[in-house]
């Protein structure tokens, strides 16, 4: 709801407020929801800015930074008006949230007729509060955007601690907290991609509570966090400015991507709300809100080294533990033997698939499966018939020997041939195939960044605008398909890709003690309905470990469940396992894909506890991770429980089973005796004890 009592307007969310003096380009206040008021007054002068540009006696980062048409960097915004808008406008070219909500308009517009816009919307069922930045040139010549941050918020006091989610390759979003102190804090991408090694998703912590941010954008970004000597400290997100100058010409509209924020008293709060919003307001279409397949993927299974014989035999003993869906991963194509050739060759290897896709999907669905497949649509091989046929679709700088990359380089997606070469030859793989499920990896970092024509400041927003044009030409085009997002497992797991793909394959890491803590940190900030999670083979190929199939079941239960490993391998006995894992799964995905997830982080046992809406039934799996002589005892907080409520829990393999009210397994301190067992520890040398716990309330 947003109310406007002459110049300060009022956004209110179901359980936050934010206030802003439009004239005076002031926030007044940001944080738990106020009953009706416009008494704001004495609020007002407190410098916390909605944006800022040099050369106003302000030195704190700016949100702003232009090279103007009078050839100095200073700007003199002054407000011109305000409008309420029914709705969200659009960004062109760029994704960004959905659905019903308000939206606030503030132009501010400096001395040169240099205009900039401000949006501020607030959906009627969700908390988060989606900006965006618009700047167009009005003057009489063109000028410069260095930089133009997507969101300004000057929030108050100097003692916040700033919470990044980050890692690499295979060790995704880990959860770094820091104090800020009296310096800057820059969290960023300069990869072309958002990166394994940090998230757009931060947040800034302090007594007043918590404040999140994110940034839906898929390329490079930004974080920044001053505390400034006034005693306020000012957080930035948007593209990162780091090799950016994008030249406005006169008469022309530069659009920032939709920075999304909260306000919540603790994390867990936060995570709700914006687990909510995420599955509301960003994934979307067919996929959004319907129970997703338990897939197969023959990626750790075989690698490079398959034929139709050993997929099919793979599809097989998958179709026998109650498996829905067969993806076939990287090697199907041209010479595609190792990862050293073939990318942009997306014509069939037919030996490899025994006559190609179209028949393998056949003989797939035959087996009552649905079909999968991979692409790396945005890459190229120099050994390959396309590099040979169009060198010049690569980005390298003329004259330099590119950098290679997994022995990769890049298409130059600046360029609209390749673009409509990638929707053609993409779209081409999906129709021929009949896929009902499509994996789209982007397996490097961009280096050689290089476009005809393109000005190099703009080349990487430029890059983005061209992916995105061709990933919606796609999606739009195959509304049945279900999209997974990959980047190397997790790099461009971001808000912007999320508005594509309906599910994210969160990390290469597949071993369930290095998830427990990768699917956590990705949990702060985005639901469970999005990430991808496999059970994989032990010893695990990422780190050796060794763990229960039960552990590895109950892990992948935190996400999206799916097998990565050859299924023929399995004993009798760990097909019966894994067949009762996957019809339980079945019976309870509804809960475990869309129910509200909660973390449970105490200081030996991790895990997760999913409540349905109507908090009836809840899955909890508690894992132990470590035991040593003398251990204190290992207790658990249980969450998300209705506290008037009494329920029976039981764990899933029978054994236990005892009733308590909601209140006390939430507040009291369950003591798990019966958690670690030295003999799975000692099958397992990985050591990790885990258990499943079902919880369903008492009828009266
Ligand atoms: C990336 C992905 C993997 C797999 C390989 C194939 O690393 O993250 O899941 O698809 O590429 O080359």
């Not at 918590?210 to 974080?223: D, I, P, Q, R, T």
């Not at 037919?350 to 945005?378: H, M, N």
């Amino acid at each position: 709801m947003i109310k406007r009592k002459e110049q300060i307007i009022r956004l209110d969310t179901l359980n936050t407020t934010l206030v802003i003096k439009a004239d005076t380009a002031e926030y007044l206040y940001y944080g738990k929801r106020l009953a009706n008021g416009f008494d704001f007054g004495a609020y007002a002068g407190g410098g916390k800015k909605l944006f800022s540009a040099p050369g106003k006696d302000d030195y704190t980062e700016y949100s702003v930074l232009l090279e103007n048409s009078d050839g100095g960097f200073a700007a003199d915004f002054s407000f011109s008006k305000l409008r309420i808008l029914p709705e969200k406008p659009e960004i062109p070219g760029l994704p960004s949230s959905y659905g019903e909500g308000k939206t606030l308009e503030l132009k501010y517009t400096d001395t040169t007729r240099v205009a900039l816009f401000l949006y501020y919307t607030v959906f009627d069922d969700s908390d988060v509060i989606a900006v965006s930045a618009r700047l167009f040139n009005g003057a009489k010549k063109d000028i410069h955007i260095r930089r133009l941050m997507s969101l300004q918020m000057d929030l108050p006091g100097a003692d916040y601690s700033v919470v990044t989610f980050e890692g690499a390759w295979a060790n995704e979003r880990n959860k770094v907290s820091r104090e800020v102190g009296s310096g800057i804090f820059v969290s960023d991408s300069k990869r072309g991609m958002s990166s394994h090694a940090r998230n757009p998703f931060i947040m800034a912590e302090d007594r007043r509570g918590v404040y999140a941010f994110n940034l839906v954008y898929s390329g490079n970004h930004k974080e920044t966090v001053e505390a400034d000597c006034s005693g306020k400290t000012r957080v930035l997100t948007g593209i990162n400015d780091f090799m950016f100058d994008w030249l406005l010409p006169v008469g022309e509209t530069f659009c920032t991507p939709e920075a999304v924020m909260c306000f919540a008293p603790d994390e867990d709060t936060i995570s709700n709300r914006f687990h909510y919003f995420v599955s509301e307001h960003i994934v979307r279409g067919k996929w959004k809100k319907k129970e997703r397949p338990v897939l197969v993927n023959n990626w750790e299974g075989t690698y490079f080294d398959f034929n139709e014989e050993k997929l099919l035999a793979i599809a097989e003993a998958a179709k026998r533990t109650g498996v829905e869906l067969f993806v076939l991963d990287d090697g199907w194509f041209g010479r595609r033997d190792s990862d050293t050739c073939s990318l942009g060759d997306w014509y069939d290897n037919l030996e490899k698939t025994g006559g190609g896709l179209a028949s393998l999907a056949d003989k797939i669905r035959a087996l009552g499966l649905s079909f999968g497949i991979w692409v790396e649509p945005e890459m190229i091989s120099e050994d390959s018939d396309l590099y040979r046929a169009h060198p010049n679709f690569a980005m390298k700088i003329p004259g330099r020997t590119p950098t290679r990359l997994r022995h990769q380089l890049m298409l130059n997606m600046t360029d609209e041939r390749v673009q409509n070469y990638v929707v053609r030859v993409i779209s081409d793989v999906i129709s021929r195939s009949g896929a009902e499920y499509v994996k789209w990896d982007f397996n490097r970092s961009m280096t050689d960044c290089y476009g005809k024509g393109i000005f190099p400041g703009e080349y990487f927003h430029r890059y983005m605008l061209g992916y995105y044009r061709v990933v919606s030409k796609i999606v739009k085009k195959f509304p049945f398909v279900l999209f997974e997002g990959c980047a190397g497992g997790g790099g461009r797991f971001d808000l912007g890709n999320m508005c594509y793909f309906s599910q994210y394959w969160t990390s290469d890491d597949t071993d369930a003690r290095m998830r427990i803590a990768i699917q956590a940190g990705s949990s702060y900030g985005y639901p469970q309905t999005v990430m991808g999670a496999h059970v994989s083979a032990c010893p695990n190929h990422q780190t050796a470990n060794t763990n229960s199939l039960e552990a590895r079941f109950n892990v992948a239960c935190g996400g999206l469940l799916g097998y990565e490993l050859d299924m023929t391998k399995f004993t009798p006995e760990e097909i019966q396992e894994v067949s009762e894992q996957i019809a339980f799964y079945k019976e309870n995905r509804k809960l475990l894909q869309f129910g509200d997830q909660y973390r449970i982080d105490e200081k030996y046992v991790k895990g997760f506890i999913t409540v349905s809406k109507d908090k009836s039934m809840a899955i909890a799996v508690l894992n132990q991770t470590v035991a040593f002589p003398s251990m204190p005892l290992v207790t658990v907080r249980l969450k998300g429980l209705s506290e008037t409520s009494v329920y029976d829990v039981t764990r899933r393999d029978g054994k236990g089973g005892f009733t308590a009210g909601g209140d006390l397994l939430m507040n009291g301190d369950l003591p798990l005796c019966d958690l670690f067992d030295y003999d799975t520890v000692s099958k397992n040398s990985g050591g990790l004890c885990s258990r499943m716990y079902i919880l369903k309330k008492r009828k009266n």
